[in-house]
């Protein structure tokens, strides 16, 4: 069993992360920092659900956001 201690998000679901957001900072300015219609026309928790399951580059966006937000986290660079 791999333990995930170095990782924020670890744990934590990806509702929790949408619903944590949405009350920090609204719809609108979610939409302002992850431009994805989701959060633009009509948002709601569980139309952003069903786009973040199936969009792995927006999800990556979301969950910076997240850790943007509440830890002031950065993921550190990959080198390719």
């Not at 791999?2 to 920090?24: D, R, S, Y």
């Not at 026309?41 to 979301?62: H, M």
């Amino acid at each position: 069993m791999t333990t995930q201690a170095n990782n924020p998000l670890h744990g934590i679901k990806l509702e929790e992360i949408i619903v944590k957001l949405e009350q920090q900072l609204g719809w609108k300015e979610m939409a302002a920092a992850v431009d994805i219609n989701c959060f633009k026309d009509n948002p709601s928790v569980k139309s952003s659900l069903k786009f973040l399951r199936r969009t792995p580059w927006a999800r990556t966006k979301v969950e910076q956001l997240y850790l943007d937000t509440f830890h002031g986290f950065q993921w550190p660079e990959i080198k390719k």
